[in-house]
């Protein structure tokens, strides 16, 4: 009786892994029902939200509550305020950051050390504590009710983190390579934009994540310096229009919501392969 020389090789899953695959998909359901709830109540009937006895399903969806979202009159204007406000911290964060990162690493100069660590210190201090500052600012500026008092303070709050992890970035391409490019006859910019820029561009994709979600998302400097003139107010303040103290429509603020979502879906698919190898060389560095 001839036996197999080899037997097949059973996996055995330890404890511990068993375990922290458990607790890794735990946590991934308690993140994912706010969402999911979210875009089932934009599909439920009125009656199916404010009932007592909530279900996790429903068996009649409809849009009534999109419907409602989308002919808002001012809806369309909301929305195309906040791509502008977003799209224009983004490029002009990463921009900025860019060569800001590019100056403190390569450039040795006075307070180098002292501006790094102010980079760290200023992502400490929270935003609400400069709202009032800021709002004297911009009347000062005449920037109230205007989309300039939304987008300044954002570039200004996204570049000292986009700052510290470009430089990380720049710091890991050789500087062998920055005087190979001088000895072939490159111009500082031309090294700049044609060699370095689309080494780090992966750190700029990370960054601009970031830019781009706190921008999307905030509500503290829409409702503090867009006073009056609401054509200059942006999507999340299209919540307010259907949230009354004394008769909210949650269909239309869970309507309102799942389609102020999706741009944000749609940029983490377009940059989702950029975005991990950035975030890898984040953590490598």
Do not use: C
């Not at 990463?94 to 980079?119: D, E, G, Q, S, Y």
């Not at 200004?156 to 000895?183: C, D, H, N, T």
């Not at 503290?220 to 259907?242: C, E, G, H, N, R």
């Amino acid at each position: 009786m001839n036996l197999p020389s080899r037997l097949p090789r059973v996996r055995v899953r330890r404890p511990w892994r068993l375990a922290a695959e458990a607790s890794a998909l735990l946590v991934a359901v308690v993140v994912a029902f706010p969402l999911y709830w979210m875009v089932l109540s934009a599909f439920k009937p009125a009656g199916e939200i404010e009932s007592s006895e909530p279900r996790p399903w429903t068996l009649t969806p409809t849009l009534d509550s999109f419907r409602r979202v989308f002919g808002q009159q001012e809806f369309g204007r909301y929305f195309l305020n906040s791509l502008l406000v977003a799209g224009t911290v983004v490029v002009a964060s990463a921009l900025i950051a860019f060569l800001a990162a590019t100056a403190v690493t390569r450039f040795r100069f006075r307070f180098r050390t002292t501006l790094l660590i102010m980079f760290l210190v200023a992502q400490m201090v929270p935003v609400e504590a400069l709202t009032i500052p800021l709002f004297f600012l911009m009347r000062d500026f005449g920037q109230l009710n205007t989309l300039g008092s939304l987008i300044l303070p954002h570039i200004a709050f996204s570049l000292p983190f986009a700052i510290w992890m470009l430089r990380g970035f720049v710091k890991a391409v050789p500087e062998a390579l920055e005087e190979a490019a001088y000895i072939d006859g490159a111009s500082r910019a031309r090294f700049l934009w044609q060699i370095l820029f689309p080494l780090v561009f992966p750190g700029l994709v990370a960054t601009s994540v970031f830019s781009f979600i706190s921008t999307w998302n905030d509500f503290l400097f829409a409702k503090s310096f867009i006073i009056s003139d609401t054509s200059q107010s942006t999507l999340p303040m299209a919540l307010l229009v259907f949230y009354k103290p004394d008769d909210p429509d949650w269909g239309g603020v869970m309507a309102a919501s799942t389609v102020m979502t999706i741009p944000v879906l749609v940029f983490f698919v377009l940059v989702q392969r950029r975005l991990v190898s950035g975030l890898g060389g984040a953590v490598k560095d």
